[in-house]
């Protein structure tokens, strides 16, 4: 199947389950193009569970599962599914509200998915319902925050020089230094960290 026809046929099996405004697209091109599926947060589960039972999708493999930090719209919860028989994959997808990031838990369908919803947890602060164990995975237990929202301060990046490549917009090459430019979640070391500005009696606020 081609993956216009995977997520036709997606699509067609969770209206069937009654799971309603479901987006058809694909992702990529060429070898690694995929068909991608959208659907409610509230029929993540149903509809995770129906791509795995359809005999002709047949998408038996669970392969990964993460989030994109998409700042005021929330998050999206992503899953790749394969299927071993017929060589074909879909990406299914959810977008969750920021307030209230959390979605049902697939573990009970895919066993392997345990591991990758404990990270996603644990890196981006969203909730998986009917998890056994949502324990911390990779980060020690006095950790605070969720590092992968991109809102998080990183703080290494102002208290100590970044090793490797540099930014984008500070290469000398091509003539001239542009102003750094800094990623998401990187403070300016002015405001923030031990170089930052210091108020004075003349400028309480250090703004000058």
């Known amino acids: 199947m081609t993956p216009e026809e995977v997520g036709a046929r997606l699509a067609a099996v969770c209206g069937a389950a009654g799971i309603g405004d479901v987006a058809v697209s694909v992702s990529g091109g060429g070898p690694h193009a995929r068909a991608t599926v959208d659907v409610p947060p509230e029929d993540w589960h149903a509809a995770v569970r129906s791509a795995r039972d359809d005999t002709e999708l047949a998408l038996d493999f669970f392969d990964w599962l993460s989030a994109v930090d998409e700042l005021p719209d929330g998050f999206t919860l992503v899953v790749h599914l394969w299927s071993t028989d017929h060589r074909h994959g879909v990406l299914l997808r959810t977008r969750l509200p920021r307030d209230a990031a959390a979605a049902r838990s697939v573990v009970d369908l895919f ?27 990779l980060l020690p237990p006095e950790f605070e925050g969720h ?14 020089a970044w090793p490797g490549a540099k930014e984008p917009g500070e290469s000398e090459a091509g003539g001239g230094r542009r102003a750094p430019v800094r990623p998401p979640g990187v403070p300016d070391p002015a405001e923030w960290g031990p170089n930052r500005r210091q108020p004075s009696a003349t400028d309480p606020d250090g703004d000058s």
């Open 147 to 160: 590092p992968l929202r991109k809102e998080f301060v990183l703080a290494a990046r102002v208290a100590k």
């Open 111 to 137: 066993p392997g998915a345990a591991w990758h919803e404990r990270e996603t947890h644990e890196m981006f602060g969203i909730g998986f319902t009917g998890h056994p164990d949502l324990a911390p995975l």
